[in-house]
Each structure stands twice: as C-alpha cells, then as structure tokens.
C-alpha cells in the first residue's frame, strides 16, 4: 500500500509499511509522474490518425460482413443438398434400394453433417463482427492517452492506468505494472503508431495482433 506526503513543497509518495518493515525510498511525485507519461507517449495516438484508423476499421466491417453473407449463403446451400440427400437416402431405404445398416450408416454421417452446417451458419449469423466494437473502445483509449498528455490531469491518468493493467507496484522507485495484451503489444513496439494509421491495416490484421479484440 502506499500513501503521500508532502514536504517542502513537494509530494512524494511511500509504503505505508503497515504490514511489515519496508527499505524502499519516497519518490518524488514528478518522478512517478514522468514515468506515466513516458508509458502514456508510447501508447498514445493523435486524433487525427485515431480518426483515420477508425475509418479504416469501418471498411474492415463492411467488408467482413459483405464475405460473411456470402459464407452463410453457401453454408445454406450445403445444408440444403445434405437435407435433399436425407430425403433421397429414405426413399431408398423404404424402397428397399440399400439395407437398413447401410440407410443407418449413411444417414448418421448426413446428420452430423446437418448438425455441423446449422452451427456454423448460427455462429456466424450470431457473432457478426463483434470483434469491431472492442476494436473501437481500444484505438479510442490510445486517443485518450494522447488527450492525458496534453492536459497532464494527473488523477485521470491514475485512473486510465488501471482501467488498462493490472498488478501496479512502485519498487526501487519505478512505477511497474502489467498492461493489457494490445498495449502491451504496442508497448513493445511491434505494432508502430505509424502502422496503427497506415490504410494498410484490416482485420485480419487486427484479429491477429491483438486476439484480445
């Protein structure tokens, strides 16, 4: 747990040692805030590249639901030749055409078949996109860590730093903690801010780099 103090002016902040004996040193709240904003500079993007990642992502969803309507389409088509192929399967088993070993065999494989199709064609009809409203929510936050900086409202950024990670400690006077997989991702540098407002960026990419979304 830490708690602040103010001395000559300035704030620095401490382990409230309440559990136990504790070695490690005050840290001056410029310090710690430094700190922030150099976590905040990495993840940040402008509004105007935020705007123009976001006008990308809104192609991706078009053009994902463009393809997904026409795999529904053939998934429907395939479940109806499967559904033809019960019928003409049944006709020629009371026709006596194959044994009933064989209409049982064969009409187990069709079924599965149907089963597999109808929750193929329920998944995609019920997921859609949904991987665009995450994606959204997540190229905004990069946007609000761009607007922190500016306004260097301090308890905002306190607040934005635990809405993304978790397990934040201070020790040996660095602020530490474990950030979400897509900002830690960006963190990293293995997706630049330049490519995050590149038009070269879809969804397949997205899904890709940040199975989170």
């Not at 990495?42 to 994902?64: C, G, H, I, N, P």
């Not at 997540?138 to 306190?158: H, R």
Request: charged share 35%.
């Amino acid at each position: 747990m830490i708690t602040a103090e103010t001395q000559k002016g300035h704030n620095y902040y401490r382990c409230t040692k309440k559990r136990e004996v504790c070695s490690q040193k005050y840290v001056r709240e410029e310090v710690l805030t430094e700190q922030i904003k150099s976590f905040l500079q990495k993840v940040s993007l402008s509004s105007q590249d935020t705007e123009k990642v976001l006008r990308e992502l809104d192609k991706d969803e078009q053009k994902a639901r463009e393809e997904s309507k026409v795999f529904v389409e053939n998934l429907k088509n395939e479940l109806a030749d499967v559904e033809a192929r019960l019928d003409k399967l049944l006709s020629a088993y009371l026709d006596e055409v194959i044994t009933s070993e064989e209409y049982a065999a064969q009409k187990q494989k069709m079924l599965d078949q149907r089963v597999e199709l109808k929750e193929k064609i329920s998944e995609i009809e019920n997921k859609g996109v949904s991987w665009l409203e995450p994606a959204h929510a997540w190229v905004k936050s990069l946007n609000q860590a761009e607007k922190l900086l500016e306004s260097g409202d301090k308890t905002e950024m306190t607040t934005f730093l635990k809405q993304i990670g978790s397990n934040h400690i201070l020790i040996d006077k660095s602020l530490s903690f474990s950030p979400k997989k897509p900002f830690q991702i960006l963190c990293e540098r293995r997706v630049s801010r330049r490519e995050l407002a590149s038009s070269n960026l879809h969804f397949p990419n997205w899904r890709w780099r940040f199975p989170e979304l």
